[in-house]
């Protein structure tokens, strides 16, 4: 099976069809739409699946190993919000609350990237290890942090109290989640497996028609606020970020497998945490244009080009570890 095939098979996998139909049922201007509450539950019970699944794969991994590249990737997801606000503020003139959600999304991680590429390298013989689940659980927070203070510095009025984000329930419930399936082990997993792994998928396809059925009736209503600019941010912003990651790689001395699923992850931009926190912690923030760049750009650009390009940097950098 070729890289190719992985990205046919992963753009035909029923989160990402669902989101095609919550885009269709937008653009033909259904009156399908989610309840808010219900909406928000979904959000919440996400981010409590990733962060426990993430915790339990901690607790099955030596620290030793793990420290120096959960460092890394959490250094790269509070970082790179911070350098993606600052160029994408430079190009266009975008309202700052937009840029900060914008920017926290090219901090965090796309789920389905990251299983792509995994599945990518388990072909090519470059498997990564099991803790790399614990770092992409760790790379989700820091990025939401950084983008509610990058919103918070707008201004006195509208803006966040720079003790907010610390508070913020989306981070709360991300941060506890991790710990608590760190302590509780492959244990813990099992007991609560018919609900955060079972039903992940399911409750992540209503989660995405309804992300779809957002970014599609944003991009009717806000269309022509896509600007080249913009655009192509969703495109330069995950080279950008994988060549960094390359460098950290190179420093803390991962193997190629390791260094192309960091790489990967830096490059990835979340649609699922942080819409969800975003939704909730930066209601003034349009959802639309985050998603569009995310998942319409980011996101079939790296199953495209980026993960095949990653793993080649990777072999020909590291190829000798």
Request: hydrophobic residues 60%.
């Amino acid at each position: 099976m070729e890289l190719g095939s992985i990205a046919v098979a992963t753009f035909a996998s029923p989160p990402v069809l669902f989101f095609i139909l919550g885009l269709a049922a937008a653009f033909i201007r259904s009156d399908l739409k989610f309840p808010e509450a219900f909406a928000k539950g979904l959000s919440l019970f996400l981010i409590m699946a990733i962060g426990f699944k993430g915790g339990a794969e901690m607790a099955r991994a030596s620290l030793s190993d793990v420290v120096p590249v959960l460092v890394a990737g959490i250094i790269l997801s509070a970082g790179l919000p911070a350098l993606s606000f600052g160029l994408l503020r430079t190009t266009s003139s975008l309202p700052r609350v937009d840029v900060a959600a914008i920017a926290a999304h090219y901090g965090s991680i796309s789920i389905v990237t990251f299983i792509a590429a995994t599945d990518a390298a388990r072909l090519l013989g470059l498997p990564g290890d099991g803790a790399m689940v614990a770092v992409a659980a760790a790379m989700e927070a820091p990025a939401i942090l950084t983008g509610l203070l990058l919103a918070g510095a707008a201004g006195r009025t509208g803006g966040l109290r720079l003790v907010e984000p610390l508070t913020n329930g989306s981070i709360v419930l991300l941060l506890g989640a991790f710990v608590i399936g760190w302590v509780s082990g492959d244990a813990g997993m099992a007991a609560v497996s018919p609900l955060f792994v079972d039903a992940f998928r399911g409750v992540l396809c209503l989660f995405l028609l309804d992300m779809g059925l957002i970014a599609g009736r944003g991009l009717v209503e806000h269309g022509r606020r896509m600007k080249p600019a913009v655009v192509l941010h969703g495109l330069y912003m995950p080279l950008v970020s994988a060549s960094i990651a390359l460098g950290m790689a190179a420093l803390i001395g991962l193997t190629p497998g390791n260094a192309a699923l960091l790489m990967t992850l830096a490059a990835s931009a979340s649609y699922i945490a942080v819409p969800a926190a975003m939704r909730l912690a930066l209601p003034d923030a349009r959802p639309a244009m985050s998603l569009t760049l995310s998942l319409g750009i980011t996101f079939p650009f790296n199953l495209l080009l980026g993960i095949p390009l990653y793993f080649t940097l990777a072999q020909l950098v590291l190829g000798g570890q």
